[in-house]
C-alpha cells in the first residue's frame, strides 16, 4: 500500500544528504585553493579522474562508483588537504541528516499564509520610502545658504560675506559661471538599496539553502529551512548578493518585493537540486 508519509520523509532525507554532500565539496575545494593546490595535482597525487575530483567539489556524488568508494575518496582527498571530515562521514554512515539551523540570519517566522507576507512586505516598502525621502529632504537643503544665515548671526548684521552659487556666478562671466556650476560638488550621497526577497513552496514541499557571496564571491550561509507546501519565509532589507541551493526547486516561487521574481516552475530541473543559483546577481 503506497504510504505518502514515508515518501515524504524519504524525499526530506534525500534532500537533507544531497546538502550534506555540497558542504563537503565546498569545504573540500575551499581548503584547496587556499593552499593553491590545482586540481591536476590532486588527480596525480591520488591518481583520480578528474571526473571523480569534480563529484567530491561539486557535492554530486551520483557520479561516483558508490557511497563506499565515494567515503574511501573522500578520506584520501580530506586526508591530502589535512582536513577533518570525520563528523561529516559520521553522519553519511549512520544515515543521521539533520537540517541544521541558521548560521549568521536570525529565525524568520514561517508565515503559512501567502496574504501577509504581502501585507508585510508592502507596509515595509512604504515606510522605507518616507523614511528616504525625508532624509533626501534634509540633504537636498543648501549649504551656502546655511553657512550664510550663520555669519549673520553672528555678527548680528544683515548683511553677509558669503555669496551662494547663483549670486556669485551672476557677477561672472558666461563661461566662468558655467565652469563653476559644472564643477559644484554634490553634497547628496547615494542611498544604498535595500530590497526584500520572498520563498514561498507553492506547489510542493521545497528543501532550501539561502547563502550570501562575500567579498571573495565565497557563499556564507543565511537559512537553511524545509518549507511545506504553502509555506513561505522573507530575507528582508538586504543589499547582499544571494545564491540558492534548492532540493524540489520546480515547486519554488520567488519574489523580490511584491513583484514575481521566479514563477513555481521556472527553477531548476526534475530530480535534480538546483545548486548556487544566483537570484540577485
Not at 79 to 90: A, C, P, R
Request: net charge negative.
Amino acid at each position: 500500500m503506497h504510504n505518502p508519509d514515508l515518501e515524504t520523509e524519504i524525499d526530506e532525507n534525500t534532500f537533507a544528504k544531497e546538502a550534506l554532500q555540497c558542504e563537503i565539496g565546498i569545504k573540500l575545494k575551499q581548503a584547496r585553493e587556499a593552499q593553491n593546490i590545482s586540481p591536476e595535482h590532486i588527480i596525480k597525487e591520488l591518481k583520480f579522474s578528474e571526473a571523480f575530483l569534480h563529484a567530491l567539489e561539486s557535492g554530486n556524488w551520483a557520479n561516483l562508483p558508490g557511497e563506499v568508494y565515494a567515503l574511501g575518496f573522500l578520506r584520501q582527498y580530506a586526508g591530502l588537504l589535512g582536513l577533518d571530515v570525520s563528523v561529516e562521514i559520521q553522519r553519511i554512515k549512520s544515515k543521521s541528516f539533520e537540517l541544521k539551523a541558521p548560521e549568521t540570519y536570525p529565525d524568520v517566522p514561517i508565515s503559512p499564509n501567502r496574504k501577509w507576507v504581502y501585507i508585510a512586505i508592502a507596509i515595509f516598502v512604504i515606510l522605507m520610502v518616507v523614511v528616504n525621502l525625508l532624509s533626501s529632504d534634509k540633504k537636498n537643503e543648501p549649504i551656502l545658504e546655511q553657512t550664510s544665515k550663520a555669519a549673520t548671526t553672528d555678527k548680528g548684521s544683515s548683511e553677509s560675506p558669503v555669496q551662494s552659487i547663483d549670486t556669485y556666478s551672476e557677477s561672472l562671466t558666461g563661461e566662468e559661471a558655467k565652469n563653476l556650476i559644472e564643477n559644484e560638488p554634490s553634497f547628496i550621497e547615494p542611498i544604498p538599496t535595500k530590497k526584500t526577497y520572498s520563498f514561498f513552496a507553492a506547489t510542493n514541499d521545497v528543501w532550501l539553502q539561502v547563502s550570501e557571496l562575500d567579498e571573495n564571491d565565497q557563499p556564507q550561509l543565511l537559512r537553511e529551512v524545509l518549507l511545506k507546501k504553502g509555506q513561505s519565509f522573507s530575507i528582508i532589507d538586504t543589499t547582499a548578493k544571494l545564491v540558492l541551493t534548492a532540493g524540489n526547486a520546480r515547486a519554488l516561487e520567488v519574489l523580490e518585493g511584491n513583484q514575481v521574481l521566479f514563477a513555481a516552475g521556472s527553477l531548476g530541473e526534475e530530480n535534480k537540486v538546483l545548486k548556487r543559483f544566483p537570484i540577485n546577481p
